[in-house]
Structures are given as C-alpha cells and as structure tokens.
C-alpha cells in the first residue's frame, strides 16, 4: 500500500524525495501539500482504488490513508 501512496504523490508533486516518504510522514507539514495538493492526491486514489470519497477525512500522516485504503477492503 506505501508504495502505491508513493506513486501518487510523484504525480501530485514531483520534487517530493519518496525514499524519505514513509508511513510516519506528515503530509502537510513534511511534504509540504497545500489545500490544491490535498485535493489532487484524493482524486488520485479515488482514481486508483475505484471509489469516492463520501464524506471528509483527516489525513495526517501517509499512514493514516494506509489504515484508511486498507480498512476498506
């Protein structure tokens, strides 16, 4: 599932370093993703993973939509 996420951050934006990129990396505040990455790196998964998003979640780390994908199943 991380290197899934890694993939897509590389298209939302790539200058990020993914060998630095693990499940205990801050989105915001270590990848430094504005309001317009947020959004990019959700439509990315929904497009990835097959589904919408119905409702908001808070990510805060890479791992927190680790356990979120992964909680889907």
Do not use: H
């Amino acid at each position: 599932m991380l290197e899934q996420l890694k993939e897509i951050l590389a298209k939302v934006n790539r200058s990020i370093d993914m060998d630095a990129v693990n499940e205990q990396t801050r989105l915001i505040e270590d990848l430094a993703l504005d309001s317009l990455s947020i959004m990019l790196f959700a439509m990315e998964i929904e497009a990835a993973f097959g589904f919408r998003f119905t409702e908001p979640v808070r990510f805060e780390t890479v791992g927190d939509v680790c356990a979120y994908l992964e909680n889907r199943k």
